[in-house]
């Protein structure tokens, strides 16, 4: 499915309080192809009257067509007011793309539109910088926006982290630790429950290469990459014995999770910073913010693109970090993320070790590698970007068609020439330092 594609919606005065269903019952609903860079007129699918979509307004030809189109409009509502229909019928449903971005071309709103003051705001959240813009209708609207939406991510911090010993996550891992460990299931909160079922989701869909429950196994090889040396066979072996989704069940009635082994670890890693972006988005359109980006390391989500702009273009980082980067792709409503041991490889004996670990073998992916997945949203990028770099290229291709409207990216290092491999649907790039 094409995210790049964009489409404009017009629509006359709405008849108020029709109803109280998500959508507004509109008097006449057009469904408008964006001229694009394009400054022709766009034809009227209603009226074929000209309308010029800079300005949201129908231009019509005499003023007979004037009365046709005025007479189409009021049977147009007259029909919808009395189907009790929200929006667009269900046959404009079939023909619109949903997930193609979608721009107001009422001339009153588009003057709202191009005049959102932009908004940034920084702070450090599960261990990494995290970058929120926004375009609001006014500076302190966008300001509490973004704290809001900080605020849902430090809360998720205390719900996720395997590393904060307050957190629930590190609690529920910490109660398979104890001597004489019984497995019983513990009731956990809605975001954990969740995390734990998608991960589990995605253990089955990947090949077991994403697993929630390696924690042992990172544990493990944090320890080889600061010694420059390999783990010791007897300890992996234990580690090992420690992983495995088999044994999370999970209460979905009673949101209860009983881990059925002894020494068990949960690690969010590969998930974590996915979801709460996800979370924090959702925050935002609360906030009533429409165009908004956030990014935290090599995670980002973005909504509907800045004003004046048809998406956000976001830079693809190179394989050389020190590298500036080259390319850009586009993007409306979606997520990227780029996973690699650009910052955090480690060689032993002589050969080059990402901090991801395979959950199958219990060490880390060789390098250099960077994999980049696009996606709907950020929890599945995130997951997929680490499942993936486990895999490598020719089994990932092999899984990317179970998975709606996600795309990747593969760059690797083979006797010393760089290697790119895409899968299907991946977008064309752009320079990046093009306007």
């Not at 500076?139 to 939406?149: H, I, P, R, V, Y």
């Not at 910073?273 to 924090?280: C, F, K, L, W």
């Not at 490889?345 to 997945?373: C, K, M, N, Q, W």
């Not at 990932?396 to 593969?410: K, M």
Request: glycine share 6%; net charge negative.
């Amino acid at each position: 499915m094409d995210l790049f594609q964009s489409y404009s919606y017009s629509w006359s005065h709405s008849l108020a309080n029709l109803d109280r269903r998500r959508h507004t019952i509109a008097r006449a609903f057009f469904l408008v192809p964006a001229a694009r860079s394009e400054n022709r007129p766009v034809p009227c699918e209603l009226c074929h009257a000209e309308a010029e979509s800079s300005q949201g307004v129908h231009r019509l030809l005499a003023g007979e067509t004037l009365f046709r189109c005025r007479l189409q409009k009021l049977l147009f509502s007259i029909v919808l007011a009395i189907a009790g229909v929200s929006g667009c019928s269900h046959h404009d449903k079939d023909r619109l793309d949903h997930s193609r971005p979608a721009t107001v071309v009422r001339s009153d709103l588009q003057a709202v539109e191009t005049d959102l003051v932009k908004e940034s705001m920084s702070q450090r959240h599960m261990g990494l910088p995290w970058l929120i813009t926004v375009f609001a209708t006014d500076s302190a609207t966008g300001q509490s926006a973004a704290m809001a939406a900080f605020r849902e991510v430090a809360r998720l911090n205390k719900v996720l982290s395997d590393y904060d010993s307050e957190a629930e996550l590190f609690q529920l891992s910490d109660k398979t630790n104890l001597p004489h460990y019984v497995p019983s299931h513990v009731f956990v909160s809605e975001d954990l429950f969740q995390v734990l079922r998608l991960s589990i989701d995605f253990h089955s869909k990947t090949r077991a290469a994403f697993d929630p429950t390696v924690g042992p196994l990172t544990t493990l090889w944090r320890q080889s990459r600061r010694s420059g040396r390999m783990p010791v066979p007897e300890k992996l072996s234990a580690a090992l014995e420690s992983v495995g989704v088999d044994a999370i069940v999970l209460d979905a009635h009673h949101k209860s999770v009983l881990l059925a082994k002894p020494k068990m670890r949960l690690d969010f890693g590969g998930i974590g910073v996915g979801y709460a972006i996800d979370r924090a988005m959702d925050v935002l359109r609360h906030h009533g913010i429409r165009s908004a980006m956030i990014e935290a390391s090599g995670d980002i989500a973005v909504s509907l693109p800045p004003p004046g702009q048809n998406a956000w273009r976001i830079a693809i980082a190179p394989l050389n970090p020190k590298e500036p980067s080259q390319e850009a792709i586009l993007l409306v409503n979606a997520a990227i993320t780029t996973s690699g041991d650009a910052f955090q490889a480690a060689e032993i004996d002589g050969i080059r070790y990402s901090h991801i670990v395979d959950p199958r073998t219990g060490l880390g992916t060789r390098g250099p590698t960077a994999v980049t997945v696009i996606a709907k949203d950020c929890t599945t990028a995130d997951a997929l970007a680490t499942a993936l770099t486990v895999l490598g290229h020719t089994e990932a291709v092999e899984i990317l068609p179970d998975f709606e409207d996600v795309s990747a990216r593969f760059v690797w290092m083979d006797g010393g020439n760089v290697n790119h491999f895409e899968s299907l649907h991946w977008p064309q790039s752009v320079p990046f330092n093009q306007p």
